[in-house]
């Protein structure tokens, strides 16, 4: 039996990014860029919440300049994606873990993905 070709962590890291850049750029929706993301996931071996994480670190970069007044968290989500509604508890504790990883992140904390979020059992 021969093994499966191993793709390197870095192309599917960067694969990811691509994917869901690209979807922005060609105005998909939030359901595209989420599928976009999961076409580089591998079972047991890659997930893209670091290269997504990435993504929003730099897009906080950009929307909040050093030097510029603080974004304000509350109503973040509702006001940048209107189309998406976060039904229960797991959805809302998701995506508010995911503004405040990429908010440490850019801080300079790393926080511990696979800690954090080995219990949710739903991706990140």
Not at 68 to 96: D, I, Y
Request: hydrophobic share 45%; net charge negative; glycine share 6%.
């Amino acid at each position: 039996m021969t093994k499966p070709e191993r793709i390197d962590q870095d192309v599917l890291h960067r694969r990811a990014q691509v994917a869901v850049l690209s979807g922005l750029a060609a105005c998909d929706d939030v359901s595209n860029l989420m599928a976009a993301a999961a076409s580089s996931v591998v079972l047991g071996g890659f997930t893209p919440d670091v290269a997504l994480l990435e993504l929003a670190v730099t897009v906080l970069d950009l929307a909040c300049p050093a030097g510029a007044e603080p974004l304000v968290c509350e109503g973040l989500r509702e006001c940048h994606l209107p189309e998406v509604t976060f039904r229960g508890r797991v959805e809302h504790r998701n995506s508010q873990y995911a503004l405040y990883a990429a908010a440490c992140t850019r801080g300079g904390l790393q926080p511990d993905l696979l800690s954090d979020a080995a219990w949710w059992q739903t991706p990140l």
